[in-house]
């Protein structure tokens, strides 16, 4: 029989062993899963974009025929036009708004607690509860019009929500509402974590706040600014919940954006292949912002 001496050395070998693959062994059904049903369904949309597929998956290929179908598709145009509409003005009123709130809060004011709650608070709501909220809100027969118009304001009119000119701005308010709370929480952190030394130093030789949020502050944050582009236009590229439930894409098509368009011709119009060539667009539009920023990001801890 082995002795002892030698068999406890063994299992030390064991036992150090499995604790060296144990995080690998835990790690590797989320990377299984992340590599199936992500970056596998990436490749399958992709291939199937190059298919005459409709209402199923039909593996005669095209080339790039559906891609010019879309590109010749009025109502990919309409949501392409109302992408940049929707994310330039989401994306610039969320930032200013999220900046001011910050500073305001960066004040040191007595009901910060609940001030940021307050602004917070939305971000904790799904876009399909905020869209019917404010379809409720908006809607000129049961909202704000009508709510008005009872309190005596007889010409007030906001109908935007049935006006195909003003419906993308419906969109807008609603997301910016939701929205901005998150972006002043992230500048409100990069103000706290501001250098005070240097403000101290700012304030000794006669700079005002406002000077030194503007010339100081501020363009410290630039990696905050650059982190909320990012989140803001990710958040803008794929939305889909908020125009369900706010809009449905109308009237008529006047409020799609690309990610409604692409579910209505994958799932409802039996144009698969269709669907699938705008997913594809619409992947390699949050390409074109998150490869520069993960290029930055990594440069910059390269060359710190």
Known sequence: MPETGTVRPVTLRLQDRLAAQLPKLVLAPTVIVTLVAVYGYMIWTGLLSLTSSRILPVWKFIGTEQ???????????????????????????????????????????????????????????????????????????LGLQKTLRDWGFEGFTFDWLVNPDRVVYCLVIAAVWQSSGFVMALFLAGLRGADQEMIKAAQLDGASMPMIYRRIILPSLKPVFFSAFVILSHIAIKSFDLVAALTGGGPGYASDLPATFMYQHAFTRGQMGLGAASAMLMLGGVLAILVPYLYSELRSKKNG
């Not at 109502?75 to 009123?93: H, K, S």
């Open 67 to 141: 891609y010019g179908k879309l590109l010749e598709n009025d109502r990919w145009g309409v949501a392409v036009e109302n992408l940049i509409i929707f994310g330039g003005l989401f994306i610039l009123i969320c930032l200013v708004l999220g900046v001011l709130m910050a500073i305001l809060l960066d004040q040191k004011i007595r009901a910060e607690g609940a001030l940021r709650t307050i602004y917070l608070y939305p971000m904790a709501i799904s876009f399909i509860v905020t869209g019917t909220a404010w379809k409720w809100l908006l809607n000129p027969g």
